[in-house]
């Protein structure tokens, strides 16, 4: 009876549209190309073939109706890739040397950088990054807002920086590479869960971050996720490192919230701890939207996904902690970014609703591992 009712209650991902295995980029001359297939390493996985990386990273950016902040998240990102060898284009013309980066911290007055990944022999991999902004069935300018910035970020050697989340008056932009940013549009929504599965299923990189597209998460602190991730890999090059923002509780940041929302904070890490298993109950974050994979543990984990709401970080920490892979906390920059789509009330009871019936269904076998 227990089996038939979460059979009947679990969700099941639907597969993706025929539409939503392209991507539109921006070309050379600033036209928007043509859809383009989107490559899959899927589909080498399941031939028994491993594709190999293209690029050294790749960032997911799961956007619904984001017009309004995904400019300034993108802005400070790709100010982050290009000036950094571990990750820029070779090709670029545009990245800057390391002393030059440091006195432009040091003149605006910010901390350094921690500097782990920067003592870090070169990888195998190819360099590079790519952005996937992934649309969910966004009704807004979302698509047109991303096509803009990867157009005037390719064109200008100084393109016009446009303010985020730690920086509301820029003082300089990033010229990027053509192709680097590339858009998926799904046809409906499917959920912020959904849409980072589906742009992961797609990426290039030897690791793989997704990020929110608020830029709530300091997008500096990649570096540092690197670090870690590359510290705790097993033989076969298997890590996960996840932002964490639990060095933050008691900060002014979290006790300015409502009552409500700490109390419901709190009632669902304790839920958490209760039906997760071990490893992922012992992650003080688990909510945190800046998480980096290496590319050889994505097969043991996105095959697997069927959770598309605000509850799939667990389910993507239970996979890895069911597949052996380790996990690495990494303390992260975060602040309150307004524009938030989450309802307190609704979306926690949802998500203490969802985790149960995550939990249930593998530990009755309606999920399986095949």
Not at 32 to 41: A, D, E, I, Y
Not at 211 to 232: H, I, P, Q, T
Request: charged share 20%; hydrophobic share 40%.
């Amino acid at each position: 009876m227990i089996y038939a009712f979460i059979f009947a209650v679990a969700p099941t991902p639907r597969p993706p549209r025929p539409s939503e295995k392209t991507y539109v980029t921006i070309l050379p001359d600033g036209s928007v190309s043509p859809k383009q297939h989107l490559p899959c390493w899927m589909d080498h996985y399941k031939s028994g073939k491993q594709q190999d990386a293209e690029v050294f990273v790749s960032v997911v950016v799961p956007a619904y109706n984001e017009e309004e902040r995904l400019g300034g998240m993108l802005e400070e990102a790709v100010d982050y890739l290009q000036q950094h060898s571990w990750c820029a284009h070779e090709s670029s013309n545009t990245a800057i040397t390391q002393n030059d980066r440091e006195t432009q911290r040091t003149s605006k007055g910010r901390k350094q950088q921690n500097r782990t990944v920067e003592k870090l022999p070169p990888s195998a991999a190819a360099k590079g990054w790519e952005i996937l902004i992934v649309s969910d069935g966004s009704t807004d300018g979302t698509v047109e807002t991303a096509l803009s910035f990867a157009r005037s970020h390719q064109l200008f050697l100084h393109p016009k920086p446009i303010p985020g989340p730690r920086t509301p008056r820029p003082d300089h932009s990033t010229q990027i590479p053509p192709g680097a940013i590339r858009v998926i549009s799904l046809e409906e929504n499917r959920g912020k869960g959904g849409a980072v599965t589906h742009g992961m299923r797609h990426a290039r990189g030897a690791y793989v971050l997704f990020v929110d597209a608020d830029g709530a998460s300091e997008f500096s602190d990649l570096g540092r996720l690197v670090g870690e991730c590359r510290r705790v890999e097993d033989s076969q090059g298997r890590g996960v490192a996840v932002g964490s923002r639990a060095h933050l509780v008691g900060s002014e940041a979290v006790v300015k919230r409502s009552f409500l929302r700490n109390f419901l904070m709190h009632s669902f890490h304790l839920l958490l701890r209760i039906l997760t298993p071990p490893a992922t109950a012992a992650i003080k974050d688990t909510q945190c939207g800046f998480k980096l994979f290496s590319r050889a543990c994505l097969p043991h984990i996105i095959p697997f996904m069927h959770s598309e709401g605000w509850i799939f970080d667990v389910e993507m920490l239970m996979l890895a902690e069911s597949a052996s892979i380790p996990v690495a906390e990494v303390p992260v920059g975060w602040k309150e970014v307004g524009g938030s789509k989450l309802n307190v009330i609704w979306d926690s009871l949802g998500m203490a609703w969802g985790l149960a019936v995550l939990r249930a269904a593998w530990v009755l076998g309606v999920y399986r591992r095949a």
